[in-house]
């Protein structure tokens, strides 16, 4: 089975440019999330899909991010303008729809801000 | 705001030594589990608990689930430098499809 799918690996813009993560959760998971997660601490919830509706997205900063997830399959996650402190890593992670079995993760994407 | 409290936040311990990590809530949860993050990689499922009082074994380490379902514990038993890394909790809010995630206890097992 193949496993949560993340694109890019690293990415590398200035302040107030734009990026977009992309992401292709587990053949038939329902709920698909995006994280943030700072170095060495836990990760924290954006956004939360289930199917292609919004589940929770209390945590996620609408003013510059953005994340839609069409057709209730695969999710991109926009922010504009870049700021600084948004330099983390973004998880995307997917699960079967409430069997709470946990969340399949992919590796990620890694952006730094300058 | 609901939160997963984990402790301790850091532990460096000897190869051969024993450790637990809690993860604490005022939440009641209908699943919880546990999550080892290696640096570059995602997190990586390891168990998942869903009854109060529940625990389970996987191999070195023990997870238990709190009776009343709001905190859980990882012990591990003679600690092996493979076993480095960042835990996470993380848990399934009951009556919700809020799924959120402890602070994170990073260890490192030296040789």
């Known amino acids: 089975e193949a496993g949560v799918a993340q694109s890019p690996r690293y990415k590398i813009i200035e302040k107030r440019q734009s990026v977009a993560f992309w992401c292709n959760p587990i053949s038939g998971h329902a709920t698909l999330y995006w994280y943030q997660q700072i170095l060495g601490q836990g990760p924290k919830l954006l956004i939360q899909f289930q199917n292609n509706g919004v589940v929770d997205d209390s945590q996620l900063p609408k003013d510059r991010f953005s994340a839609e997830r069409l057709k209730g399959v695969d999710s991109t996650l926009k922010i504009q303008p870049a700021k600084l402190e948004d330099s983390a890593v973004y998880l995307c992670?997917?699960?079967?729809?409430?069997?709470?079995?946990?969340?399949?993760f992919g590796q990620g994407t890694r952006l730094t801000v300058v | 705001t609901q939160l997963l409290e984990q402790s301790p936040q850091f532990l460096s311990i000897q190869e051969g030594e024993n450790l637990t990590v809690y993860c604490n809530s005022s939440s009641v949860f209908s699943s919880l589990q546990w999550y080892r993050q290696e640096p570059g990689e995602g997190p990586v499922l390891l168990v998942t608990v869903v009854t109060g009082g529940e625990v389970k074994k996987l191999k070195r380490l023990t997870f238990q689930f709190g009776d009343a379902r709001k905190d859980s514990s990882l012990h591990i038993t003679a600690a092996q430098t493979g076993d480095t890394g960042l835990y996470l909790c993380a848990g399934l809010i009951s009556g919700t499809y809020k799924y959120i995630f402890g602070t994170g206890t990073r260890l490192k097992v030296l040789a």
């Open positions: 992670a997917s699960s079967p729809s409430g069997t709470g079995f946990g969340a399949f």
